[in-house]
């Protein structure tokens, strides 16, 4: 009788194992994408490699933003 109940205590631990191992997979994609270089710094952006147009690193992105500000 009690052979059973440690074999079912295994089970119960195997099944854990396998439903913390399960999400990691999904998030391992997203880091891997490659950015875009920024065109004034060479600094890496926020955005994706495959992004059309001039890409800019948050530094120099808000510059910009200060710029037009005072400008107009
Ligand atoms: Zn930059």
Excluded: F, I, K, N
Excluded at 8 to 24: C, F, K, M, S, T
Excluded at 36 to 52: F, H, I, K, N, Q
């Amino acid at each position: 009788m009690t052979e059973t109940a440690q074999d079912q205590v295994q089970d119960q631990d195997r099944d854990r194992v396998r439903e913390q191992a399960g999400p990691q997979d999904g998030t391992a994609g997203r880091e891997s994408e490659p950015r875009a270089d920024c065109v004034l710094c060479g600094d890496p952006t926020e955005y994706p490699a495959s992004t059309r147009g001039a890409t800019l690193c948050p530094v120099c992105e808000w510059q910009e933003a200060q710029r037009t500000a005072c400008s107009g």
